[in-house]
């Protein structure tokens, strides 16, 4: 394999290839941003992204993270346009099913909340419910929430939409292209440098998704991103599933699934999984997660299950992302820490990583994100990160 062409400088670096680096690759080029070069140790995608559920939502439980999933829907609605890539959107809904009080209440409270910032989500009671995701037992279940407009769409589709685009625009994305070093003068990161060569850099940003620790590392910046392994599994073909079936979550257990082909894609967020940079999938979890799906939806136990993927989450203390500009060195940059929601927010984080590094106003305040919030003992309140 030839060895790629680095350029010995560009106006801003991105370090990662996933969802979150090719989008901000494609918001900064569109901008007119100078020369913009991104670099992926891998292929593009092939990190978490590639791995991700798909989902696409706007259900949050704070103000931010709701303002950043709908500006995220809405572009997700238009990315036939712009950047102009199918990306097999399903605007399904999003079903949380609930089993205690106090889940019913919090739901309640975020609901509302989602209302006014003019998300169409509602509370609804469990027949509806089952009318909605047939496959469901009800046992236990005290309610659910419900937003129709949400739903899922092929990531890696959405992958090569930004990146397509981005290059179109003038943009350089290298592939197999590891970063060794950041090298800072003064206040700033100036020199990436590559086992393909050195660059020198006007604005540095780390979106490098569960190995952005070390690359904060590198530049001397605390980015407390720790992976956890995720895993996914798919049914057989069910010639008798409905054309349309909400992304189904039962928030007690975590157990979820959703539509894909003719069969079903499901997982669940193991509790007994330890942090690490596991990438293998494995049956360990499997006596969980057929627990869950025994008491939530025990008419798949007759369905034939395959195995899926691993994908590694990238998880900050108070489960919420990372995103803003470290105090030194000054150019650095950086969106990471998802907890899970990196793929549905990454057309919005696009976007305000663009203004941050442009110096525009972004249209959300991204502040309360900054890493700094760790340095003091300060924490947002934390976010369920279910899928």
Not at 310 to 337: C, K, Q
Request: proline residues 6%; charged residues 20%; hydrophobic residues 40%.
């Amino acid at each position: 394999m030839p060895v790629p062409a680095v350029p010995p400088s560009a106006s801003v670096v991105i370090i990662g290839g996933g969802v979150i680096g090719t989008s901000i690759a494609f918001h900064l080029a569109e901008a007119g941003a100078g020369d913009v070069v991104l670099l992926e140790r891998a292929e593009l995608g092939s990190g978490s992204t590639c791995k991700a559920a798909g989902g696409v939502r706007a259900q949050f439980s704070d103000e931010l993270n709701i303002q950043l999933g709908a500006r995220s829907l809405e572009a997700f609605t238009r990315f036939g346009q712009r950047p102009g890539q199918e990306i097999d959107l399903h605007r399904v809904g999003y079903l949380f099913l609930l089993s205690t009080s106090d889940d019913v209440a919090a739901f309640e409270r975020d609901v509302a909340l989602q209302n006014e910032l003019g998300v169409t989500s509602r509370m609804i009671d469990v027949e509806e419910a089952r009318r909605l995701s047939p496959l469901i037992d009800t046992g236990g279940l005290l309610g659910a929430a419900f937003s129709p407009d949400d739903g899922h769409c092929t990531p890696e589709s959405v992958v090569l939409g930004y990146a397509t685009a981005a290059r179109r625009l003038g943009a350089t994305l290298l592939t197999g292209t590891s970063v060794l070093d950041i090298e800072t003068e003064g206040d700033e990161a100036r020199t990436v440098v590559t086992d393909c060569g050195r660059i020198r850099a006007g604005t540095v940003i780390c979106a490098a998704g569960a190995w952005s620790a070390a690359i904060g590392e590198l530049a001397g910046v605390a980015l407390p991103v720790t992976p956890v392994r995720r895993q996914v599994l798919f049914s057989e073909p069910m010639p008798e599933l409905p054309e349309a079936v909400p992304f189904t979550i039962d928030f007690a257990s975590s157990f979820y699934f959703h539509r894909e082909g003719r069969g079903l894609l499901l997982g669940m967020s193991d509790p007994e999984e330890e942090p690490g940079f596991r990438l293998g999938y494995s049956d360990d979890w499997l006596p969980r997660f057929g627990a869950a799906m025994a008491r939530r939806a025990p008419a798949l136990a007759d369905v034939g299950l395959r195995p899926g993927w691993a994908g590694l989450y990238e998880v900050t203390p108070d489960h919420n992302a990372l995103i803003g500009r470290a105090a030194s060195p000054s150019n650095f940059l950086y969106a990471t820490g998802f907890s899970g929601h990196g793929f549905l927010q990454a057309p919005a984080v696009g976007e305000v990583l663009r203004d941050l590094c442009l110096g525009r106003e972004p249209f959300l305040d991204v502040g309360p994100l900054s890493a700094s919030r760790f340095a003091g003992g300060a924490r947002t309140r934390p976010e369920a990160h279910i899928v």
